[in-house]
């Protein structure tokens, strides 16, 4: 099976920053696109920001600018760097990849269990 573990996730002030990393694992032959998405309270999962393997990066309009993605390839990792964080970032944020593993023919998208990210006015 494929496991993807976050961690990073935490309370920080507004303005402050935090680094969440997810780190797959498992019987995996290729990571194809990784990404971020969050859920806050009461609202639906959004798309935080995505990376291909070759490093083409994709982010939503509220964390441009803000957030960066960026993975590892040797490591099976993909990490979100947060800076300027607001109020509104409060969420928990799940990591998200789709894999070729030695367990399944296809390629099946897999979920981290998330992490929470409280930000504080």
């Known amino acids: 099976q494929v496991q993807l573990v976050e961690s990073g996730g935490g309370l920080v002030q507004s303005g402050g920053s935090l680094r969440l990393s997810c780190a797959a694992s498992g019987s995996i032959i290729t990571i194809y696109n990784m990404g971020w998405y969050r859920q806050a309270p009461g609202k639906q999962r959004e798309l935080v920001a995505g990376?291909?393997?070759?490093?083409?990066?994709n982010y939503a309009d509220s964390v441009k600018g803000r957030f960066t993605i960026s993975r590892d390839n040797a490591k099976s990792t993909v990490y979100l760097q947060m800076n300027s964080l607001k109020p509104e970032d409060t969420a928990v944020y799940y990591c998200?990849?789709?894999?070729?593993?030695?367990?399944?023919?296809?390629?099946?998208?897999?979920w981290g269990q998330g992490t929470q990210v409280t930000v504080s006015s």
């Open positions: 998200n990849a789709d894999v070729r593993s030695y367990d399944f023919k296809l390629v099946k998208n897999f």
């Open positions: 990376a291909t393997p070759g490093g083409t990066t």
